[in-house]
């Protein structure tokens, strides 16, 4: 399995749409977890922190599963503003090398919110 | 707040030349990285600080050098710059090595 893992879309949807993004990690002992944003050419931001019982900040919906190492993002009535790259990101800890140091980032998923 | 500062933001080198990347933050963080960024291939961490004085490799070191000498910047030097080395470069800072990172606006870096 590798690191973090995320389905590099693109995804394409249409305003007010739902739209589910999940990631998985290679490393049971991992404690935290995010997601970030990341507009074109821009720098990523970050969007929310992912706690175990799981949190919601507006429209947005983060969950963890450690059973299953996924951690996932809902997006409510998407916006033509949340077209970006979200990036799935962890903080790798245990026998496969991470550390308490890094955070290992995915390589994103591409949503684009058509009007 | 400026954050975590990025000089310069553009810069075209020619094969072989030499160039320092600057990271400059303001928000007493411990911890800095560098990053490169290429199409498809994520971010991807060249070098890391945990603090004044340290640094480690990341994933990508080669051919790259870095310094941190005070506590505030973070340094990121090209010694012979290759067009491999052609990217989007991100520094990052964060308090703890497991919190969020707070990220510079990136310098593009092109090599002819």
């Known amino acids: 399995r590798k690191e973090v893992e995320q389905d590099p879309g693109p995804f394409n949807v249409p305003e007010g749409a739902t739209v589910a993004f999940n990631c998985t990690y290679s490393?049971?002992?991992?404690?935290?977890f995010f997601w970030y944003r990341q507009d074109c050419r821009k720098e990523p931001k970050l969007l929310m922190s992912?706690?175990?019982s799981g949190n919601e900040d507006g429209r947005f919906t983060a969950q963890l599963n450690r059973a299953s190492q996924y951690i996932s993002l809902l997006i409510r009535d998407s916006k033509l503003s949340d077209s970006a790259t979200y990036l799935c990101?962890?903080?790798?800890?245990?026998?496969?090398?991470?550390?308490?140091?890094?955070?290992?980032f995915g390589k994103g998923t591409l949503l684009t919110v058509n009007p | 707040n400026a954050g975590v500062t990025q000089t310069p933001k553009f810069r075209v080198l020619k094969t072989g030349q030499s160039m320092t990347l600057l990271c400059a933050q303001d928000?007493?963080?411990?911890?800095m990285y560098w990053y490169r960024q290429d199409p498809g291939m994520g971010l991807r961490l060249i070098h890391y600080?945990?603090?004044?004085?340290?640094?480690a490799k990341g994933e990508v070191p080669d051919g790259y050098n870095v310094s941190r000498l005070k506590k505030q910047n973070f340094l990121l030097g090209l010694e012979s710059a290759a067009p491999s080395q052609t990217s989007v470069y991100f520094c990052?800072?964060?308090?703890?090595?497991?919190?969020?990172?707070?990220f510079g606006d990136g310098t593009r870096l092109s090599i002819l």
């Open positions: 990101v962890v903080n790798l800890v245990g026998n496969s090398g991470g550390s308490n140091y890094k955070l290992t």
């Open positions: 992912v706690y175990s």
């Open positions: 990052a800072s964060t308090p703890q090595g497991n919190q969020p990172q707070h």
């Open positions: 490393n049971s002992a991992s404690q935290s």
């Open positions: 928000m007493n963080h411990e911890y």
């Open positions: 600080s945990v603090g004044e004085g340290t640094t």
